[in-house]
């Protein structure tokens, strides 16, 4: 059998691991790269994964992360199933419209651009017409209940306790006639978690694919995170500004909301404050949950059986509309807004943030984790300005990092279910993680328990023969390529010299004429000055 890392390899976006074997191809996870510019621009180029010779996709969980490219796959020429669970089914058909849904304004926005530039129209990475024709691909498959795609081949889906009808993927498969055994962690959730179950205990495997996006740290505990919140909400009331709070619509929200809920019912929630869903998105992904209510660790289930509602509160509203969404920041007050993108770098949260983060007695509360490049990533790290729409702005509200709502298990939780893994042969594959909390992780795992871990890097292969040493081929022209520092550099100081050699030429020019090009090279000189500050 041979595996591809097709991305989420040494980054914690683009989940897709590509296996062949006996002439078949499957991939597990099919997830957008989310980041900057160059990491999203693997996006485009599907290509390299061949979608027509894929022969299904097993998809671990709905997160765009690990889904959000099966409709490129499918204009790409994918035609096979789509096996998951009947959660995340839901849940996909509502996140994949979404997503297709921004790609088209996205690309709807650039098109204006170029088009008054006189280039050409921009065309999305793909369009609801593309979602439409993935969704008739699903094939449900209950938690527990192995299937067989290919003779030889059997799949178990198990409660990942991430999100809502999150699997990790026992697979097993035979070598030469030899069995054995992958498993694939998918993301796997932090155990205690409200309102989902906490993730299955695996024992066997001949190989591991672990996620490690927390890697070098511990979460908080659960009670500390909820007082932490309860500051937040007692300080901006005070300050009698709003409490705004980026979140992903499927899971992070509706957990939100229960521990809201959980401080409403102790008194810590004013009842003047209102609550404000702002996405659409996510009052549709809150009915799934409802419907799903089978799901629930036994927690939550007992509060419905009380016919207490874990995901209502007395001042919820949700907004769906735009403009529902625009007078929220016209209303004075205290209140708290719940909005997406949970990394803010798209969707609504962007004007929430524009209208609050300058704001003293604002609180900005970060309950997720924050890929690198993103605008949630630089608030975390202390950044005293962020760029939102073109325009800085300058964060004065209190920023809470409050990581005990994570979805993910930290850095000891996952060596906790680590632990249970019997086989001490067993190769583990770090995926989904940033390189540094990879190699903290792979430390501990080497030391704790003796498990060979690798840290596959993008686009790299393994030939996965049990009983026999792993073979690793990598690419790294492709993965990385090189940068030519050397000669961009040379380039710029050539230019440099040439509007040197100009200059008295300049000096003959009106003022105003002047005046504009030396506010464009200060313009350069502060675009230099901040890459300096950043090397
Ligand atoms: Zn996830
Ligand atoms: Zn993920």
């Known amino acids: 059998m041979k595996i591809k890392f097709m991305g989420a390899a040494r980054t914690v976006t683009g989940s897709c691991f590509v296996l062949e074997a006996g002439g078949h191809r499957f991939a597990v996870d099919c997830g957008m790269h989310q980041g900057n510019a160059e990491i999203e621009r693997r996006n485009w180029d599907v290509d390299i994964y061949h979608p027509d010779q894929i022969e299904f996709f097993l998809i671990t969980?709905?997160?765009?992360?690990?889904?959000?490219?099966?409709?490129?796959?499918?204009?790409?020429?994918?035609?096979?199933?789509?096996?998951?669970?009947?959660?995340?089914r839901d849940l996909l058909e509502i996140m994949l419209q979404d997503s297709a849904h921004i790609q088209e304004m996205e690309a709807q926005w650039k098109s204006k651009k170029s088009l008054r530039r006189g280039d050409e129209r921009t065309a999305p990475l793909y369009t609801r017409k593309d979602v439409d024709r993935t969704v008739p691909l699903f094939e449900v498959r209950s938690y527990e209940q192995p299937f067989e795609p290919l003779p030889?081949?059997?799949?178990?889906?198990?409660?990942?306790?991430?999100?809502?009808?999150?699997?990790?993927?026992?697979?097993?498969?035979?070598?030469?006639?030899?069995?054995?055994?992958?498993?694939?962690?998918?993301?796997?959730?932090?155990?205690?978690?409200?309102?989902?179950?906490?993730?299955?205990?695996?024992?066997?495997?001949d190989y591991l694919f672990l996620e490690s996006t927390y890697g070098n740290r511990n979460h908080k505990d659960e009670a500390a995170s909820l007082d932490e919140l309860a500051e937040a909400i007692r300080y901006s009331y005070e300050h009698r500004e709003k409490v705004i709070i980026p979140a992903f619509a499927v899971e992070r929200t509706q957990e939100v909301i229960y521990s809201l809920h959980l401080l409403a019912k102790d008194g810590r929630l004013p009842g003047d404050m209102p609550v404000y869903v702002d996405s659409p998105l996510a009052i549709r992904a809150t009915e799934i949950f409802r419907r799903h209510a089978d799901y629930f660790d036994a927690e939550a289930r007992k509060l419905l059986n009380r016919g207490e509602d874990p995901l209502s509160l007395k001042q919820l509203r949700?907004?769906?509309?735009?403009?529902?969404?625009?007078?929220?920041?016209?209303?004075?007050g205290p209140a708290v807004v719940i909005s997406a993108s949970g990394m803010a770098d798209a969707g609504?949260?962007?004007?929430?943030?524009?209208?609050?983060?300058?704001r003293e007695g604002a609180s900005i509360v970060i309950v997720g984790f924050q890929a690198q490049g993103t605008t949630g990533r630089k608030i975390v790290e202390g950044?005293?300005?962020?760029?939102?729409?073109?325009?800085d702005v300058a964060v004065r509200a209190r920023v809470f990092t409050i990581n005990g709502f994570s979805a993910h298990a930290g850095q000891s939780q996952i060596l906790e279910w680590l632990g249970h893994f019997e086989n001490r042969a067993?190769?583990?594959?770090?995926?989904?993680?940033?390189?540094?909390?990879?190699?903290?992780?792979?430390?501990?795992?080497?030391?704790?328990?003796?498990?060979?871990?690798?840290i596959p890097d993008y686009l790299e292969e393994s030939i996965l023969k049990p009983g026999e040493e792993l073979?690793?081929?990598?690419?790294?022209?492709?993965?990385?390529?090189?940068?030519?520092?050397?000669?961009?550099?040379g380039e710029m100081e050539a230019r440099m010299a040439q509007i040197r050699d100009r200059r008295k030429e300049l000096e003959t020019r009106s003022w105003v004429e002047q005046t504009e090009i030396r506010d464009r090279l200060m313009e350069l000189n502060r675009s230099m000055t901040e890459i300096i500050s950043e090397i």
Not at 61 to 87: C, E, N
Not at 383 to 391: H, I, Q, S
Request: net charge positive.
């Open 426 to 454: 067993m190769q583990v594959f770090l995926v989904h993680g940033e390189y540094a909390a990879q190699q903290v992780l792979a430390g501990l795992i080497r030391e704790k328990f003796g498990f060979p871990v690798l």
């Open 318 to 332: 949700f907004t769906e509309t735009t403009e529902a969404s625009v007078a929220i920041n016209e209303i004075g």
């Open 348 to 358: 609504r949260i962007k004007h929430h943030l524009r209208h609050n983060l300058w």
């Open 152 to 205: 030889g081949l059997r799949i178990n889906f198990r409660d990942a306790g991430h999100i809502l009808g999150a699997s990790l993927i026992e697979i097993q498969a035979e070598e030469n006639g030899a069995p054995f055994k992958m498993v694939f962690s998918g993301d796997i959730g932090r155990p205690a978690q409200l309102i989902i179950k906490d993730p299955s205990i695996v024992t066997e495997a």
């Open 61 to 88: 969980h709905a997160h765009i992360d690990h889904s959000g490219l099966l409709p490129r796959m499918v204009q790409k020429g994918f035609r096979g199933k789509v096996y998951t669970t009947p959660p995340t």
């Open 383 to 391: 950044a005293e300005k962020v760029r939102l729409f073109n325009e």
């Open 471 to 489: 073979k690793r081929i990598k690419y790294p022209e492709k993965a990385a390529p090189r940068i030519d520092w050397a000669y961009l550099m």
